[in-house]
Structures are given as C-alpha cells and as structure tokens.
C-alpha cells in the first residue's frame, strides 16, 4: 500500500467544512421544527372523528415512513421541478426532511397520547378547563414528557439524513466536502474528518438535549424520573 496521507488540506479547508456543518445544523432544526408541528396537527387529524381529516393523515403517515427519505427528497426537487414547481435546494432539503418527521412523529404522539390516562383530560375539563386550556397545560406536558426520548432519536436522524442534500445541490456538510473532495481527490482525508465532525455534533445535540430533558422532564437516562 502506497497511499500517503495528506492532511494540510483538510486542516485548511476546516472553515468551509464548518460553514457546511453550520448549514446542516440549520437545516436540521428547521425540519424538526416545522415536522414537530405538523406531526402534532396529523396525530389530532388521525385521532379525529371526521372521516377525511383521518385519510389525509393516514395517507401522509403511510408514505412518509414506508417509502424511502431519498425517494421523498427527489420528489419535492425533481418530481415538483417536472411540472413546473421549481423549489431551492435549501428549502427542498427543509421540506423533505420535515415531511417524513411529520410522519414519523405523529405516530410517536398518537402512541405518547394513548399512554396518558383519559381521567387526566377529564379531570382538567371538571376543573373548569376549556378544551384548549386542557390540552395545553395538562396534556401537553405530560406528552413531551412521554415522547422526549425519540424525539431525540429523530433529532438525530434528522442531522444525519441532512446529508441526502448533497444530492440536490445543497452545500451542507456532506455538499462541501464533496466540492473539496473534487478540488483534491483527497478521499479518505475528507471523509475522515466529517465523519468525526457528524459523530461530533450528534454527540453534542445528544448532550445537550439530555441536559434538557433533565431540568425540563426530570428524565435520567433511563428516561425514569
């Protein structure tokens, strides 16, 4: 084996592999963001008595988890872009990433709700609580607290699929190193290091967000109180 190791240009392209870290991580809490929402509106849609909000959540359930991340990733770029809906790569990556976090999640919701006994909304509302105020202050909480814990997971899941941009144009962490890559054929060097910089930052996300869980929930990381 002859290979000889060159890092130099690794160490003097860190900035613009962090610029794309920075770019992921941006990514990353805007899809988890606006899927957290939207997950919470399929779980009540897929919980509701009226017969059609039921199916447009099913179907949305169903294809986000059972078709693949990159399938859905190529469709809100090049599927939309076929008929004329043409959409930044940035925003595709937000979309898709979001997409199968709302599908994902809901049913995690749907199955955190179910966990919560029926006499705690009851007692809520024979309190004087409206609807709204019972769910909000009551239910709510209890339903983070029930969900941190894959929420987390999906968190990270999310950061890592961010990746999938690269094949759309998106100049994330993985897109960057790819242009360097070109400019080099350093191979291994590159890869190499954002490997490490993708264990890092799960690593640090995952930290940060036991540290919340702790003070907010009161979760170990058993996920006991």
Partial sequence: MDYQFLWR?????????LGGASVTLQVSVLSMAIGMVLALILCFAKMSSFAGL??????????ARNTPALFQLYFFKFGLGAVGILIDSYITVVMA?????????????????AA???TQLRSARSLGMTAFQAQ???MFPQLL?????????Q?????????????????ELSGETQFLYSKTFRAFEYFAATAIIYYLIAKLVLGLMTLIGNKVFGLNRGGVA
């Avoid at 809901?106 to 199955?111: K, L």
């Fill in 9 to 17: 240009p690794v160490i003097q392209s860190l900035p613009q592999m």
């Fill in 136 to 138: 909000v202050h009551v």
């Fill in 97 to 113: 990433l979001a997409f199968n976090t709302a599908g994902y999640m809901a049913e995690t919701f749907r199955g955190g709700y």
């Fill in 155 to 171: 968190f990270i899941w999310v950061i890592l699929m961010s990746s999938l941009g690269m094949l759309v144009g998106l100049r």
């Fill in 116 to 118: 919560i006994p029926n």
């Fill in 54 to 63: 039921r199916f447009v959540a099913n179907i949305w359930i169903e294809i």
């Fill in 145 to 153: 607290r029930a969900v941190y814990h894959p929420m987390t997971n």
